[in-house]
């Protein structure tokens, strides 16, 4: 029997996603500054004011307004119309040192001996769904205030919108779990109240705009996309609402407060899989529950490509301050393609990586400042690329860095899993 899925995402003006890329930016410039720091950086904003607070362990200091303000201006809070403005609102900030009771349990005497940040359980997953090895439904979701987003800063067409947006793709599925068909796309993005040449922006207009400009180009990302969205527009079954409450002027920070970490599902997976409940943004990789679910993500996606599965979920576990998970699971939802069950599937993923969290972030090189990228659009299901990223160091002087993101995107372990899984190459 068909069922429907259902999935979100936000765009990097939603104002828990502004709080996201603060932390990640304040993260990044203290790495950037020193491997070694540990960093626990949450971030609120709200009507024209930013507030920082955490805890910090680091060899040097950054200048943190600068930090701010040129993160909001990239995300494109740049008109006082919008009552959060980069260089206008108010920053406090309450950042102090880390606890040294949790710093005991991380810190050991030997590198590979370094405990979890804290307990907790961390969840990795993939499909074969998709190319990214993520859920369509997620994945559409983010191509859509991605590609919406583009369309905005390029300032060519759709020039009324506003940061902030939304997108939701609702999926039918058959009976063996494969797509069929969209049917449901919400969009709801802010916008000026009149277009550049005086006419009132309507959720009409704008829904024409979405037909016309938008899905067209989303549909360029892939033939899958093309065929789906054709199919989408031609179905008298389906459903595009756009704006659906009629009216999205007053959005971002000014609209509704922002919070570090509350959009943990658009971070993942979308609903599928499962989520351990710890987010990800302002923690450096000390934090178990980035590193890990980083991890388990690699060897999840890994283990799909490599043919062991259709479909895997990993947890892994920890204890504060103990190095060895408590901890390893595997499910492939019926979906694996060897000849054992999923207990064993995990044993033997157990022997093949080490996931003690010093090696999690040697293996991954998690000490790099890269995080800012993933704190939009998600963490998962991005491209592996080397970029050069700019920092200000603690005179707010500007520098370069090479980096390497989203390691855990990587397909460099599909050879040992095949050897592992007796599988032919």
Same mark, same amino acid.
């Given at each position: ?192 109240? %009149? ?194 990223? %700019? ?35």
């Amino acid at each position: 029997m068909n069922y429907l899925f259902t999935s979100e995402s936000v765009s990097e003006g939603h104002p828990d996603k502004v709080a996201d890329q603060i932390s990640d930016a304040i993260l990044d410039n203290f790495l950037a500054l020193d491997p070694s720091a540990h960093v626990a950086c949450e971030t609120m904003v709200t009507t024209g004011q930013v507030f920082v607070a955490g805890e910090v362990t680091a060899k040097k200091y950054i200048d943190l307004p600068a930090i701010i303000r040129r993160t909001i201006n990239t995300i494109g809070y740049t008109k006082a119309a919008y009552k959060f403005e980069a260089e206008s609102c108010g920053i406090l900030q309450a950042l102090h040192e880390q606890s040294a009771d949790i710093n005991m349990g991380v810190s050991r005497g030997t590198k590979m001996a370094q405990g979890a940040g804290d307990q907790g359980m961390m969840f990795g997953y993939a499909s074969s769904e998709t190319d990214n090895y993520m859920p369509l439904t997620l994945d559409l979701a983010h191509t859509l205030v991605y590609t919406l987003a583009r369309i905005r800063k390029e300032g060519k067409e759709m020039t009324y919108l506003r940061p902030d947006a939304k997108s939701q793709v609702t999926m039918e599925y058959d009976g063996k779990n494969r797509p069929v068909r969209i049917q449901t796309i919400v969009l709801s993005t802010q916008h000026d109240e %009149q277009t550049a040449d005086g006419r009132k922006v309507t959720p009409e207009l704008i829904k024409q705009d979405v037909i016309a400009i938008l899905l067209p180009r989303v549909a360029k990302r892939d033939a899958r996309y093309t065929t789906l969205l054709e199919t989408f527009l031609s179905d008298e079954r389906t459903e595009l609402l756009v704006n659906p409450t009629g009216n999205f002027v007053i959005g971002g920070p000014y609209g509704d407060t922002g919070l570090t970490g509350r959009k943990i599902i658009v971070d993942t997976y979308g609903g599928r899989g499962a989520h351990g409940g710890g987010a990800f943004s302002g923690k450096d990789p000390s934090k178990v529950d980035r590193s890990a679910a980083y991890a388990a993500r690699h060897i999840a996606k890994n283990m799909v490509a490599a043919g062991v599965a259709d479909e895997v979920l990993v947890q892994v576990s920890y204890a504060i301050g103990v190095a060895k998970p408590v901890s390893l699971y595997v499910n492939t939802y019926g979906t694996a393609k060897v000849k054992m069950n999923d207990a064993e599937i995990a044993r033997r993923i157990g022997r093949l990586f080490d996931l003690r969290p010093a090696a999690i972030i040697r293996d991954l090189k998690l000490t790099q400042p890269m995080y800012e990228e993933t704190a939009r659009y998600g963490h998962m299901g991005r491209t592996n690329e080397v970029v050069t990223k %700019q920092f200000i160091d603690s005179d707010g002087k500007p520098f370069t860095r090479e980096v390497e993101l989203f390691t855990w995107e990587k397909l460099d372990r599909i050879d040992d899993i095949k050897k592992a899984f007796k599988l032919q190459f």
